[in-house]
Nanobody, 115 residues
């Protein structure tokens, strides 16, 4: 089994910054894809950013230049640095890990961008 635990969500004003972290535990293989998805109220879950074991990254167009995904392979963790936050970034953010074709999800952490 794989467990993912997110932390770092909260309330932030527009233009502010927030950092999300996710720690993975259990049977983690060296080759995997980690990342972040989000789901706003009444919307479907969408990709935010992913990062491979080798450090290759992929971002949603809506967050390019504002968000940065990073990982620590030794600690099986992934982080999301979010800058210049906008109200439309408000959502529950989910940590994701994919290995050997199997996806795993965290329970999510709420990010609210509001003045």
């Amino acid at each position: 089994q794989v467990q993912l635990v997110e932390s770092g969500g909260g309330l932030v004003q527009p233009g502010g910054s927030l950092r999300l972290s996710c720690a993975a535990s259990g049977s983690i293989f060296s080759l995997n894809l980690m990342g972040w998805y989000r789901q706003a109220p009444e919307k479907t879950r969408e990709l935010v950013a992913t990062i491979t074991s080798g450090g290759g990254t992929n971002y949603a167009n809506s967050v390019k230049g504002r968000f940065t995904v990073s990982r620590d392979n030794a600690k099986n963790s992934v982080a999301l640095q979010m800058n210049s936050l906008k109200p439309e970034d408000t959502a529950v953010y989910y940590c994701n890990l994919v290995q050997r074709g199997m996806p795993y999800w965290g329970k999510g952490t709420l990010v609210t961008v509001s003045s």
